[in-house]
């Protein structure tokens, strides 16, 4: 059974740091993208980041890049989304996917967590 579990949100000042983990069994981890995606309350889910398992190559959001780092233990299966400077903008729940093949757009993922909230509060 696949399955990807998120862990690590939880409720920051502005200002303050986070670290979520992404847990993944039942697929070749080394073989996917790994995405971390957001959805805040009345907007569409987005895209934040993403790690290749494969070569370590990744990718940013503009509204992330410099406060977020996204990293792979692939000996733990897992994907870690460092998050520091974070703002009341950054509130959402976090989702990971995988992707057998890119950091592309969401319908390339075939396989998604169940999300974990993170506030940041002002």
């Known amino acids: 059974e696949v399955q990807l579990v998120e862990s690590g949100g939880g409720l920051v000042q502005a200002g303050g740091s986070l670290r979520l983990s992404c847990a993944a069994s039942g697929f070749t981890f080394d073989d996917h993208f790994i995405g971390w995606f957001r959805q805040a309350p009345g907007k569409e889910r987005e895209g934040v980041s993403c790690?290749?398992?494969?070569?370590?190559?990744?990718y940013y959001a503009d509204s992330v890049k410099g406060r977020f780092t996204v990293s792979s233990d692939n000996a733990k299966d897992t994907v870690y989304l460092q998050m520091n400077s974070l703002k009341p903008g950054d509130t959402a729940v976090y989702y990971c996917a995988a992707s057998p093949s890119s950091c592309g757009l969401e319908y390339q993922y075939d396989y998604w967590g169940q999300g974990t909230q993170v506030t940041v509060s002002s």
């Open positions: 790690i290749s398992n494969s070569d370590g190559s990744t």
